[in-house]
């Protein structure tokens, strides 16, 4: 019997008592979740809590009272007698009520919350990136060994429908043989409005390659099989936010780049990046000695979203076309669906399974790439990631 979450969300079983529900009815969360940071990723996450199904929103922690106004409404209604609204941090931590910790706030305070944080003994989520600099990520790589952390950071394009195909192809079924070439382009509308507009300027964001395209460097991390050695950049802040002045501080962050990656194994990886276009635009190309391999989501500013994944095989094998997808109601809560697939697999890992998603070697390495990539683009030089570690 597959009792999909789907039928639990359709108002048009409500007519129903609890005792005819079983299709139907809600699975009852044997966990509870307390959230810091209610902004938009925050509130995200307090969706895909409830559509998950196994954990509940404990409590909520924010500097803002607009933003634990708006993430209060998300809360199901059965839920929200007993949910609290913790008045700092210590005690948004250290709850005995809540089983984890979803840390949603600006990147430049991720260290500051998790000193305290991994003192608590409790699962933590961090989104990503995880720090804006390899110091403070390597801070936080140091608490989760100290406190024996179960900690996950947000890299969750690994679980959008297009790369998680695109990882099963490639890395579980070998369709392209050994891979050679990993080539990445973001080419997306600016960063939007946040809280305090934290993201236009480096200092709270860590910088663009750091803040948006840890995700991309990740994935190609993962695809390239290999530690990155080399990395060189070039990129500027061309269009955006050229005249945007928030506290009396200009607009910092870079718009456009190019990044080349020479790994340890001789793979070469290359990733675009461009954030003034109407639309947004994601492919990856993975080339290998046996075939070629292309996935992309695409979307006109309004319009629905494009997925497509191409496979050419020769006369290695079969080629094809497809077009991957999950179901419109998970996809709709949130990065396609990503977002949903990451937290079944926060649960999974609370409730004792191994870790199917990033690591936080991963998330370490992710930022390193990008690291140097902002150095090279600086320096106008190639970097040595080795040398980035000291
Ligand atoms: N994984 C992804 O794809 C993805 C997407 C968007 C954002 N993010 C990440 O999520 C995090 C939050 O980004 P956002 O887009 O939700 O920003 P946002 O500005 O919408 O929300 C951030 C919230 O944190 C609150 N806040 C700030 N400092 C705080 C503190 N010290 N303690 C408690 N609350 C504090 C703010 O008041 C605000 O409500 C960032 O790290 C960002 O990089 C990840």
């Keep these: 019997m597959n009792q999909a979450l789907f039928y639990q969300g359709r108002r048009v079983f409500n007519y129903l008592a609890d005792e005819d529900r079983y299709l139907s009815g809600s699975r009852q969360p044997n966990l509870k979740f307390g959230f810091i940071g209610c902004g938009i990723m925050g509130q995200e996450h307090i969706r895909n809590t409830v559509l998950e199904g196994r954990a509940a929103i404990g409590g909520l922690y924010d500097l803002s009272q607009r933003s634990v106004e708006h993430a209060q409404k998300l ?67 140091n608490l989760t060994e100290q406190y024996q952390l179960n900690l996950h950071i947000g890299l969750q394009y690994r679980f959008k429908s297009i790369y998680s195909e695109a990882i099963r192809e490639v890395l579980t079924l070998n ?36 803040e948006k395209c840890c995700h991309y460097f990740d994935l190609m991390n993962l695809f390239a099989g290999a530690r990155p050695d080399h990395v060189f950049a070039t990129g500027r802040q061309a269009v955006n936010f050229k005249a945007f002045n928030y506290a009396n501080e200009q607009a910092d962050a870079l718009d456009q780049a190019n990044v080349v990656v020479e790994y340890s194994n001789g793979v070469s990886g290359s990733f675009s990046l461009c954030m003034f276009v109407p639309g947004t635009s994601e492919e990856l190309v993975v080339c290998g ?37 999950y179901p419109g109601y998970i996809e709709k809560a949130g990065h396609h669906g990503s977002t949903f697939f990451e937290h079944v697999n926060f649960v999974d890992s609370i409730l004792g399974q191994p870790n199917a998603g990033p690591t936080l070697d991963d998330a370490l390495w992710s930022v390193a790439v990008a690291a140097a990539a902002q150095q090279s683009i600086n320096t106008h030089t190639p970097v040595s990631v080795k040398a980035l570690f000291g």
């Design 75 to 141: 809360v199901p209604a059965g839920q929200s007698k007993e949910l609290q609204i913790y008045s700092d941090l210590q005690e948004a931590c250290n709850d005995p009520r809540t089983d984890a910790l979803i840390v949603a706030t600006p990147n430049h305070t991720h260290l500051e919350v998790m000193r305290i944080a991994a003192t608590s003994g409790k699962a933590v989520f961090l989104e990503k990136p995880i720090a804006t600099t390899l110091t403070d990520a390597l801070e936080i790589s």
């Design 175 to 210: 369709a392209i043989g050994e891979v050679q070439q990993v080539n990445l382009a973001e080419h997306r509308f600016p960063f939007l409005d946040k809280v305090g507009q934290w993201n236009k300027f480096n200092r709270y964001s860590g910088g663009t390659l750091i």
């Design 289 to 325: 000695n046996r075939g070629r391999l292309s996935v992309s989501e695409k979307a006109q500013l309004g319009e629905p979203n494009v997925n497509h994944l191409e496979l050419w095989s020769g006369e290695h094998g079969v080629s094809k076309t497809s077009s991957p997808a």
